[in-house]
């Protein structure tokens, strides 16, 4: 437990005192964000902020992770047992990923401010470096021992087993989550704080179930237990994010001071699947992440409205862009939302404990 607390604190106070480093690092290099210009006219005010603070964000995760490897009780009272914890596959494919990720909205945002344009990376580019990420996530996955089963799970593997033909399958599955999960975030990534803290909601959701997979392992996996001997890496990695988040957030939030960019948001969205996959509970980012599911379902709905009908459903989608022109102030549009991503949380978290308790809990 105490290496789960310590992840989250050491990335919280990161990134809660680089932040302000990175703002004026930014502003100096004239590093700001370019507001689309069929947004809503009161985004133009944003003209200029600082953006690509996901790189904060990814720096304080990465410490966070690393340095709650090491045993304070060893430095302090030094026994045979090493100082340093070593990191297992399961939490350095993770924390691989969300780099990566990272790394690819890194460009589509350095393309942003260098081309002095709201557009960076097409769609079709974006979408082909998501499929390399996804490809290299299950062949590590598969490669190594980690606890990510090749099969589709909801809150543990469900039995249907994708693993044949080269793993063809199980590379689109991943792909499949992965573009979900990180368009999903970057879609919500409107307004300000919106994304980061619902973000860091989804995080302490997988700081629980990573812990409680932790407290009832079982190989044999009998009752409702669980055979996820690398949970505590992965709770490490969540919580790592969860504190980043949270700090990134103290700036981000409206009005905002920095914007995470492409940068944070495909980072965290990478987060969210890799999490998804090595605690075996796929489908069930489909209801934790419920707010990032609502944005992409809007913008969905408003394409095929307008290609087949001529008439847009929504002011403007994302949804969130529709309720500000609707004359709701952004900031009581982000709690709301908030409000939104906190039920579909704890009604996933039901869900969880809920078949722990049908299988017969420990037992």
Not at 79 to 103: D, K, Q, W, Y
Not at 300 to 308: H, K, N, T
Not at 323 to 331: I, N, V, Y
């Amino acid at each position: 437990m105490i290496n789960i607390l310590l992840a989250a604190t050491i990335s919280l106070f990161l990134v809660l005192l680089g932040t302000p480093l990175a703002i004026r690092f930014l502003r100096q290099r004239n590093l700001g964000q370019y507001i689309r210009e069929d947004g809503p006219e009161a985004h133009f005010a944003k003209q200029g902020t600082p953006t690509m603070g996901g790189l904060v964000i990814i720096g304080g995760a990465i410490a966070g992770y690393l340095l709650a490897h090491i045993r304070p009780q060893e430095i302090f009272a030094p026994s045979a047992r090493p100082i340093f914890l070593m990191p297992n596959s399961s939490g350095l494919i993770s924390i691989a990923t969300i780099c990566a990720m990272a790394s690819l909205g890194f460009v589509d945002d350095f393309l942003k401010v260098s081309k002095r344009r709201s557009l960076g990376l097409n769609k079709s580019a974006k979408l082909l470096g998501q499929l390399a990420i996804a490809i290299g996530f299950a062949w590590a996955a598969t490669l190594f021992d980690t606890q990510a089963e090749t099969q589709i799970s909801f809150v543990r593997p469900l039995g249907i087993s994708l693993d044949f033909d080269l793993n063809v399958l199980f590379v689109a599955w991943v792909f499949l989550i992965f573009a979900s999960a990180s368009n999903g975030v970057n879609l919500a990534d409107g307004l300000d704080g919106l994304a980061c803290g619902s973000g860091a909601m989804v995080m302490g959701a997988y700081v629980v179930i990573a812990f409680w997979q932790v407290r009832h392992l079982c190989p044999a996996v009998t009752g409702g237990c669980y055979d996820a001997p690398h949970s505590l890496d992965i709770a490490m990695v969540a919580a790592s994010m969860l504190g980043a988040a949270a700090g990134f957030l103290w700036w981000n939030a409206a009005p905002a001071k920095i914007f995470m960019g492409d940068t944070g948001s495909l980072a965290i969205g990478g987060a969210m699947a890799s999490l998804a996959m090595m605690t075996n509970t796929q489908l069930l980012l489909i209801v934790l992440g419920g707010l990032y599911v609502v944005e992409v379902t809007s913008v969905v709905m408003q394409v095929v409205s307008f290609r087949l009908f001529k008439r847009r459903m929504f002011l403007m989608a994302p949804i969130h862009h529709h309720f500000e022109l609707r004359g709701w102030p952004e900031f009581t549009v982000i709690v709301r939302f908030w409000i939104l991503s906190a039920l579909s949380i704890a009604f996933a978290l039901g869900l969880f404990y809920y078949d722990f308790i049908r299988l017969g809990g420990a037992d």
